[in-house]
């Protein structure tokens, strides 16, 4: 019996990792990590994206930044300093931001008129009053951007991918050992 033990263990620490890991892997959409067994979608086919220290985007379905740092549109009156949150329903999304004075911004998707490449409704962004972004703020699901947020998700997801191995490893082994000890008896 304490044979098995080994087995159950390493069997449930594995199923326990994998979990942990598809759980992480699914957080980890907001904060523009990839997502490898997610089915999340925004409206539009847009993506979240931290593309390096200090790049939060949104990009489309053809992999264009529609928005983020440095970004100005035809329809404001600024350039975006930092992204600090987005929210998103089923038909748009709304941005959080500042400016070069560091007042906080609003952004709101709407359709421009032309199709993409692949035939859906081209989108950009203007501005949104804060009167406004009161009465609808509670119709999104909101996403803050936080580095060490995203850093942590990255990071446990990473170390469930690691513990599932070598569960998976360890348990392998313990089989093979259990075989080879039955194939001699």
Same mark, same amino acid.
């Given at each position: 019996?304490?044979?098995?033990?080994?087995?159950?263990?390493?069997?449930? &620490?594995?199923?326990?990792?994998?979990?942990? !890991?598809?759980?992480?892997?699914?957080?980890? !959409?907001?904060? @523009?990590?990839?997502?490898?067994?997610?089915?999340?979608?925004?409206?539009?086919?847009?993506?979240?994206?931290? @593309? &390096?220290?200090? &790049?939060?985007?949104?990009?489309?379905?053809?992999?264009?930044?529609?928005?983020?740092?440095?970004?100005? !549109?035809?329809? $404001?009156?600024?350039?975006?300093?930092?992204?600090?949150? !987005? @929210?998103? $329903?089923?038909?748009?999304?709304?941005?959080?931001?500042?400016?070069?004075? $560091?007042?906080?911004?609003?952004?709101?998707?709407?359709?421009?008129?032309?199709?993409?490449?692949?035939?859906?409704?081209?989108?950009?962004?203007?501005?949104?009053?804060? *009167?406004?972004?009161?009465?609808?703020?509670?119709?999104?699901?909101?996403?803050?951007?936080?580095?060490?947020?995203?850093?942590?998700?990255? *990071?446990?997801?990473?170390?469930?991918?690691? @513990?599932?191995?070598?569960?998976?490893?360890?348990?392998?082994?313990?089989?093979?050992?259990? *075989?080879?000890? $039955?194939?001699?008896?």
């Amino acid at each position: 019996m304490k044979k098995y033990i080994w087995i159950i263990l390493f069997s449930i &620490s594995f199923i326990l990792c994998v979990l942990f !890991y598809l759980k992480y892997d699914s957080k980890g !959409y907001e904060y @523009g990590l990839d997502c490898n067994f997610c089915n999340k979608k925004m409206p539009y086919n847009l993506k979240p994206h931290d @593309g &390096s220290q200090f &790049s939060f985007t949104l990009k489309d379905e053809d992999d264009f930044e529609l928005v983020g740092i440095g970004f100005s !549109y035809k329809q $404001n009156s600024f350039k975006i300093k930092d992204f600090v949150a !987005y @929210g998103y $329903n089923d038909t748009s999304v709304v941005v959080k931001c500042t400016d070069s004075l $560091n007042n906080i911004k609003y952004l709101i998707s709407y359709e421009t008129g032309y199709k993409s490449k692949k035939g859906n409704p081209e989108i950009s962004f203007k501005d949104l009053s804060n *009167r406004d972004f009161e009465r609808v703020k509670d119709k999104y699901k909101w996403f803050e951007v936080d580095k060490e947020k995203g850093y942590a998700i990255d *990071r446990n997801k990473f170390l469930s991918m690691i @513990g599932a191995l070598l569960s998976l490893s360890m348990l392998l082994i313990k089989l093979f050992k259990l *075989r080879k000890a $039955n194939a001699t008896h």
